[in-house]
T-cell receptor, first 107, second 115 residues
Framework: AQRVTQPEKLLSVFKGAPVELKCNYSYSGSPELFWYVQYSRQRLQLLLR?????SIKGFTADLNKGETSFHLKKPFAQEEDSAMYYCALDSNYQLIWGAGTKLIIKP | DADVTQTPRNRITKTGKRIMLECSQTKGHDRMYWYRQDPGLGLRLIYYSFDVKDINKGEISDGYSVSRQAQAKFSLSLESAIPNQTALYFC??????????????FGNGTRLTVT
């Protein structure tokens, strides 16, 4: 069965420290994966998708098929990165969502 | 960005009542979706529509119905609300066809409480 797991409900790091938000997936085909973010008082929005191989706001995410992971990383956290982050998997044009990780950046 | 508008923002209703949540968009997107979000569960798909004449059930469609009145409007109905339908409901749109992995654009959500 297709599934997306984000093992951490809450992640708290200090400003300037590296951040890694974990995402593991279960999918039988070739996965298309996304990270969405919801900042306080803003709408849920796309952060990045793996097919674009882009870096957005300093975040990157690499698809590791061997480990079935798509972890989101940023080398130096900033206070404005505090938000709720969701990993999502495209399955026949429908998204399967992880439960989300709340990231708190401490000053 | 008010391209995807959900009404109402908050609603409290009683068990057994019929309720409609509305979503309208000015983005000109063909695809529209209804999700519900519960604490610790992420988003789950209720219904989706790829164009005006296309309606599809999602993962958790039982107890819900939808209507795609126009390209810009997609309504979600609870015919007889029950307490476990208390949740945050999101509408989303997506450009399509031709760009199957284009991003979803979300509304602000409707917080529904069924007492």
């Amino acid at each position: 069965a297709q599934r997306v797991t984000q093992p951490e409900k809450l992640l708290s790091v200090f400003k300037g420290a590296p951040v890694e938000l974990k995402c593991n997936y279960s999918y039988s085909g070739s996965p298309e994966l996304f990270w969405y973010v919801q900042y306080s008082r803003q709408r849920l929005q796309l952060l990045l998708r793996h097919i674009s191989r882009e870096s957005i706001k300093g975040f990157t995410a690499d698809l590791n098929k061997g480990e079935t992971s798509f972890h989101l990383k940023k080398p130096f956290a900033q206070e404005e990165d505090s938000a709720m982050y969701y990993c999502a998997l495209d399955s026949n044009y429908q998204l399967i969502w992880g439960a989300g990780t709340k990231l708190i950046i401490k000053p | 960005d008010a391209d995807v508008t959900q009404t109402p923002r908050n609603r409290i209703t009683k068990t057994g009542k019929r309720i409609m949540l509305e979503c309208s968009q000015t983005k000109g997107h063909d695809r529209m979706y209804w999700y519900r979000q519960d604490p610790g569960l992420g988003l789950r798909l209720i219904y989706y529509s790829f164009d005006v004449k296309d309606i599809n059930k999602g993962e958790i469609s039982d107890g819900y119905s939808v209507s795609r009145q126009a390209q810009a409007k997609f309504s979600l109905s609870l015919e007889s609300a029950i307490p476990n339908q208390t949740a945050l409901y999101f509408c989303a749109t997506q450009l399509g066809p031709g760009d199957l992995n284009s991003p979803l654009h979300f509304g602000n959500g409707t917080r529904l409480t069924v007492t």
